[in-house]
């Protein structure tokens, strides 16, 4: 699947990325399994964060993890579509990524992938909303946090996605 995504400001001079296409379309259910198939091609790969200039790498476990975490089996209707999109923009979800918060690991079942703690950073994305005849209507802004394990061997590691909410108001003015 081709990836059309763009990083651009928002009218509050705030930077989403701009998502041009909804490749996990359905009118039901998410297919998970198509989503974790997807994300396997960004293993391997590192993004830099923009206003810290942290690397955040592209681990193994993030298909596992962003497809099957409580927080994605929870998830319902538009949320859940969203998640499920916005791993096409995982390069640039990053790349504008702000607001570093770090926490201490308190889990055993992380002491040795997550020895260093914890980084939660804000990011956003906006999905389009297609009229009936296929062209854009609008767009939807997303708000979502990133949750990045800090490896025993230092590096920094993308881990899932949560805490996505749709941005109320007006729709994604450009």
Known sequence: MGRDIIIKKDIKGKRIAVINNIHF????????????????????????????DDIIYIGKDLPNEFTGSLYTYKLKGAVAKAKANAAQGLPEIIRIAAHRHF?????????????????????RFALPVYREDGGIERY??????????????GKMYLYDMIDIKKETGNPLEL
Not at 25 to 52: I, S
Not at 142 to 150: D, G
């Open 140 to 153: 939807n802004a997303f708000h979502a946090s990133l949750i990045v394990r800090h490896d025993e061997n």
């Open 25 to 52: 379309a359905g009118k039901r259910m998410v297919d998970w399994d198509n989503v974790k198939e997807y994300l396997k091609a960004f293993v391997g790969e590192n993004h830099r964060v923009e206003d810290t």
């Open 103 to 123: 926490r201490e690991n308190n889990s055993e079942k992380h002491y040795r992938n997550a020895a260093l703690g914890w980084y939660r950073y804000d990011s």
